[in-house]
DNA sequence: TCGTGACATCGCGATATTACGATTTAGCGC
DNA sequence: GCGCTAAATCGTAATATCGCGATGTCACGA
């Protein structure tokens, strides 16, 4: 379990500095408030469509925002069939709350 | 003691997404690590010139860096004569650390 | 295999950020 | 006052990000 870069810190900090994918990150801390579907969200992660329906945002702009967030490794997408699910990575997001006031 | 609002989250992670600041902040957390000045830098801040010579950036750009970082309210600033001195805001940056996890 | 729905990627214009040199403002010593 | 230095601000070109519609890719069901 090492620390995170450099590198990573920027691009975590970079993904989070923009107030609708902070807001997403957020709002997937409870999957559950998003609207049912086939898998349970709290296991497999938020169905995109749902994300992008609460954000307000076209269906492009919602997949480019979660391909942001999951490059900076802040979410796992989980693919099955035609649906891709995302949930928090909590790891990361506990790294980097421990780098801030240490590396920070 | 209130916490950060959603817009000032964004606005310190903005600042933090770049290397050079992100690196400044870290510098800062041993002000002795500078060159010597008249006022001592652990009490009063790091003078801006000698941010300037370790980011290795023109003095504009420095002085936005700081700006920047200043908005966020991630550094306070104290200016002493032609100096202005730079020193972290641990108050904001400690409150940044909490909200990963609670907020974010 | 053909159509449909879910998602990713492309291409684009609009906007914001970056980093710089030049200029301005202001403090200091003479 | 004058010159010198420190720092902020201005104006700029280059670059990056934003958000969208259009297009491409893939899974599913009829």
Redesign the interface.
């Known amino acids: 379990m090492g620390e995170l870069s450099?590198?990573q810190?920027?691009?975590a900090?970079?993904?989070?500095?923009?107030?609708t994918r902070?807001?997403i990150?957020?709002w997937l801390k409870d999957g559950n408030s998003f609207p049912p579907q086939d898998q349970p969200a709290d296991e497999v992660g938020v169905c995109l469509k749902h994300i992008q329906a609460r954000a307000n945002v076209s269906q492009s702009t919602a997949s480019q925002f979660m391909a942001t967030l999951q490059r900076a490794d802040l979410v796992i997408c989980t693919r099955i069939g035609q649906f891709s699910h995302y949930r928090r990575n909590e790891q990361t997001?506990?790294k980097?709350?421990e780098a801030?006031?240490a590396?920070?």
């Open positions: 450099d590198d810190l920027v691009s900090f970079k993904a989070l500095g923009h107030p902070l807001a990150l957020g997001i506990a980097l709350g801030i006031g590396d920070v």
